[in-house]
């Protein structure tokens, strides 16, 4: 599977963005997808994660309310949108997929394939 995210970008502090994360090499509605995040100096982070179907989603609390992750099997291709952006979620996004059955409370680990990240920088 190889995963391309885009979407990054440069926005100030209450604004949106829209991450996509466009995949190939194997049938998209075979695994489930992951959001993470890595600020400067921390490790990596859960954001936010959707099952295979998209029937079910979950997120980290920092994100909950604000951030929504979607994803459109047809156009293989999740997207993840970012409301009431903070200084504290600027960070490098990456998208990953899994091969697990259910992707609640998934660690890293557990992920198989990796993008290779977009930029985003919240101004405060």
């Known amino acids: 599977v190889q995963l391309q995210a885009f979407g990054g970008g440069l926005v100030q502090a209450g604004g949106s963005l829209r991450l996509s994360c466009a995949a190939s090499g194997r049938t998209f509605n075979t695994y489930g997808l992951g959001w993470f995040r890595q600020a400067p100096e921390k490790e990596r982070e859960f954001v936010a994660a959707?099952?295979?179907?998209?029937?079910?989603?979950y997120y980290a609390d920092s994100v909950k309310g604000r951030f929504t992750i979607s994803r459109d099997n047809a156009k293989n291709t999740a997207y993840l949108r970012m409301n009431t952006l903070k200084a504290e979620d600027t960070a490098i996004y990456y998208c990953a997929t899994t091969h697990m059955n259910y992707i609640g409370g998934l660690l890293e680990g557990d992920y198989d394939y990796w993008g290779q990240g977009t930029q985003v920088t919240v101004s405060s």
């Open positions: 959707i099952s295979r179907s998209g029937g079910s989603t």
